[in-house]
């Protein structure tokens, strides 16, 4: 478990159920599709890798079906856009949505350190400032963090197997954000406008 799960947030999904949660999600990214089971052909559809999402998760867990459904419910436009491939000159193999959303949030755990009891990295150190205020600050971050890897995507003209280099690129322009000396509030962030356009 990752520092960022909180006592209250574990007691939180005890009453919200990750099966819920899929369900929410589905919701609402297809809201005039049903959902035929928890176990369904249907989530390859969102760019699950298998008909059970919950195999899926790894490295960080659920908290990337949190940051997905954040998204989702907070940013509809910025999310659907992304899901949907709605922007930009698209790679005939694109990557898949929700593994690479599971991605975005392993990466972000990582490059902010909150495995560890104290991050070493100034952006790990600048984020948790950020967080002691705004306790909605990674899961803004993670819409952040999808829409600039979308952004990158479709810069480097990127396939599916250029997909590391693009969460590389992704983390590297992130750090310099958070490395950044007027950067007291996540909205401070240059990228944050990405969620916007």
């Known amino acids: 478990m990752c520092l960022l ?25 297809f809201p005039d599709t049903d959902l035929s089971g928890l176990v369904s052909e249907q989530w390859k559809d969102m760019g699950w890798q298998g008909p059970n999402p ?34 930009g000159m698209r790679s005939a193999w694109e990557y898949p949505f929700a593994v690479a ?11 902010l350190d909150l ?16 967080l002691s205020e705004d306790e909605a600050a990674f899961d803004v971050l993670y819409c952040i963090a999808f829409q600039m890897m979308d952004a990158q995507w479709l810069a480097m003209r ?28 996540i909205r401070d962030l240059p990228a944050y406008n990405l969620l916007y356009k």
């Open 115 to 130: 495995y560890s009891a104290k991050p070493k990295s100034l952006p790990g150190v600048n984020f948790l400032k950020i």
């Open 158 to 185: 990127a396939s599916y197997l250029q997909f590391k280099e693009v969460i590389h690129a992704t983390r590297i322009q992130l750090e310099r954000e958070l490395s950044l000396d007027d950067i007291h509030r």
């Open 54 to 87: 919950s195999t899926d998760f790894r490295g960080c867990g659920f908290v990337s079906l949190e940051n997905l459904l954040f998204f989702a419910r907070t940013y509809p436009a910025s999310y659907n856009r992304i899901l949907f491939k709605q922007e």
């Open 5 to 29: 799960m909180r006592p209250d947030q574990i007691i939180k999904y005890k009453l919200f159920p990750i099966q819920e949660a899929l369900r929410a999600l589905w919701q609402a990214s």
């Open 101 to 111: 959303g599971i991605n975005v949030s392993f990466m972000l755990i990582q490059m």
